[in-house]
C-alpha cells in the first residue's frame, strides 16, 4: 500500500556502522510492526508498537532497537550492524478495533551488511 | 507462544489446475488467520483472512477453510493462472499478545 512508505529502499553499510530504517504511515492506524524476512524462514517480528508509548519485542529483537517517534513513524536501529542482519525488512501497520486487525506491509528495505 | 507450520515448501501446479497450501497451529486460542501473497521483488500482499467464528470463506477463485478442532487451515486456488504465481505465507494471531505469528511460505509456481 502506498500509505506505509519506507527509507531507504537500498543500503549497503559495512560491519560495526549504525544505521537506521525508517517507516511512516498515512492509514491512521495505532499499530505498527518490524519484521526481518529471510529466505526459508519466512517473516519474522523484530518489535512491535501499539501506541507511541508502547514498545514491545518480537522473537528476533536482539541487536535492534525501535523508536516511536507519532504515531505515524516507527523507526528500526542497527547500532552496529554485522552480516548477518543482511535481510529484507518490513514495516507493517494495522487497523484499529477489537476484530481481525488487518496487517499492510509497506514496500520494504533491503539491507547488505559488508 | 504460537508456532505456524506451513507444506509445502514448493508446489508447481499446472495451469488451470487447483492448488492448495496447509497451515497448522499450536496456539488453541489464536482467532485470526490471515493469507498473504507475495510477488518476486514485492511486499506481502493480503489476499484472504478468516476468524476463528468462521469455517470458510471464499473470494472468486481462492478460498479458505478452518478446522479448529484439528488446529489447521488451508488456501486453495482453483482455476489456477500464471499471475498466481507467487510466494504464498500463512499467518496465525496470538490472542494475548495480538500479535501475527506466520508461516515459512509457499512458493507456488503456475506452469503454462
Known amino acids: 500500500d502506498a500509505d506505509v512508505t519506507q527509507t531507504p529502499r537500498n543500503r549497503i553499510t559495512k560491519t560495526g556502522k549504525r544505521i537506521m530504517l525508517e517507516c511512516s504511515q498515512t492509514?491512521?492506524?495505532?499499530?505498527m510492526y518490524w519484521y526481518r524476512q529471510d529466505p526459508g524462514l519466512g517473516l519474522r517480528l523484530i518489535y512491535y508498537s501499539f501506541d507511541v508509548k508502547d514498545i514491545n519485542k518480537g522473537e528476533i529483537s536482539d541487536g535492534y532497537s525501535v523508536s516511536r517517534q507519532a504515531q505515524a513513524k516507527f523507526s528500526l536501529s542497527l547500532e552496529s550492524a554485522i552480516p548477518n542482519q543482511t535481510a529484507l525488512y518490513f514495516c507493517?501497520?494495522?487497523?484499529?478495533?477489537?476484530?481481525?486487525?488487518?496487517?499492510?506491509f509497506g514496500p520494504g528495505t533491503r539491507l547488505t551488511v559488508l | 507462544g504460537e508456532n505456524v507450520e506451513q507444506h509445502p515448501s514448493t508446489l508447481s501446479v499446472q495451469e488451470g489446475d487447483s492448488a492448495v497450501i496447509k497451515c497448522t497451529y499450536s496456539d488453541s486460542a489464536s482467532n485470526y488467520f490471515p493469507w498473504y501473497k507475495q510477488e518476486l521483488g514485492k511486499r506481502p500482499q493480503l489476499i484472504i483472512d478468516?476468524?476463528?467464528?468462521?469455517g470458510e470463506k471464499k473470494d472468486q477463485r481462492i478460498a479458505v477453510t478452518l478446522n479448529k478442532t484439528a488446529k489447521h487451515f488451508s488456501l486453495h486456488i482453483t482455476e489456477t493462472q500464471p499471475e498466481d504465481s507467487a510466494v504464498y505465507f500463512c499467518a496465525a494471531r496470538e490472542q494475548g499478545a495480538q500479535k501475527l505469528v506466520f508461516g515459512q511460505g509457499t512458493r507456488l509456481t503456475i506452469n503454462p
Open positions: 507493517a501497520t494495522s487497523e484499529p478495533g477489537t476484530s481481525g486487525r488487518r496487517q499492510f
Open positions: 492509514k491512521g492506524h495505532d499499530r
Open positions: 478468516i476468524r476463528s467464528n468462521v
